[in-house]
């Protein structure tokens, strides 16, 4: 990123102007995903407290032929929904952000205070863009996990629906 002193900052602020939309853009991307991750592990979590319940309620009866061929689809829903609930959990763990560091910021506060705006502004632009890389690179990772949490819901939900056929049938 170069910046001509020569004409001023007003294209470096159309720049800086982009970047920061796009890292506030990253942001709610980040906290959108932490949340379905939070609603993946809640309603999983639900489902395996259900589904133990009912294997609890259904275990001394099991002995009949159809409430026994229910329980294998029964425990892959439970494994499903677990599998699900922790792949919420990971996805919504602590995960190291890229930031600027203390001492970048006392350099700008003790050497760099008195650069020109437009260096200044170059400087904060540079320093976005690697925030917006990690957010990015990590938000990738979120989403892949919660689509997988999400694959062995739906993977739970056809075993708990297989379970249900085959006690009613």
Not at 39 to 53: C, D, K, P, Q, Y
Not at 97 to 124: P, Q
């Amino acid at each position: 990123m170069t910046i001509d002193h020569r004409t001023g900052s007003s294209q470096g602020m159309v720049y800086c102007a982009f970047i920061e939309q796009e890292l506030q853009h990253e942001i709610d991307r980040r906290a959108k995903l932490d949340v379905r991750s939070t609603s993946l592990v809640t309603s999983s979590g639900a489902f395996i407290v259900l589904l133990i319940g009912i294997g609890a309620f259904s275990a001394p009866a099991s002995q009949r032929g159809n409430l026994r061929d229910s329980l294998t689809p029964l425990m892959a829903a439970l494994s499903a929904f677990i599998g699900a609930a922790a792949l919420g959990a990971i996805s919504n763990a602590a995960v190291r952000v890229s930031v600027v560091s203390e001492k970048t910021m006392k350099t700008f506060l003790r050497r760099r205070w008195t650069d020109h705006n437009v260096d200044a502004s170059n400087n904060v632009a540079v320093l976005r863009v690697k925030m917006i890389a990690c957010l990015r690179q990590q938000s990738v990772v979120k989403a892949r996990l919660l689509t997988l949490g999400i694959a062995l819901q739906v993977a739970a939900f056809s075993s708990l629906t297989w379970t249900l056929y085959t006690i009613a049938f």
